[in-house]
């Protein structure tokens, strides 16, 4: 292995990467565009569309992003009254986060761009190439590499 070639082009976390920021910029475009949101806003904006009422701590979980970084959205998107905040009666310090009406219509606006967006994305693989990706991409997020140094 010392000896052979290291090609970046076909290293794996390299590819990931470059297939994500290519495949995620048009689809940025449209809700910064039409809504001023960063990719946290619209992560947290989807999730509360899609399983409604949450906390900071459970979207940071289902989204896999740190706290800090929800919490900062959320004041964003409270902020522009697309998410209400709601203290929790038995525990003070914990928020329940809802949309607004001004929030479900951008989640659904959105989520439609993202439909079209997702069609067109997935255009030119067939159905068994599409359900291998999906599967693929499921496996390496949910494995995490064992100690490998």
Known sequence: MAGAKFELETFLPYM?????????????KVYKERYGMLRTEWRVLFHLGLYGQLTASEISSRARMHKTKISRAVQRLSERRFV???RDAN?????HLTLTSQGRAAYQDLRTVAERYERALIHDLNETETAALRRALGKLANTAPADFT
Do not use: W, Y
Request: glycine share 0%; net charge negative.
């Open 84 to 86: 209400e905040r709601a």
């Open 16 to 28: 990931l990467n470059q297939a994500a920021e290519v495949s995620s910029l048009a689809f940025q």
């Open 91 to 95: 525990d003070r310090r914990v928020e």
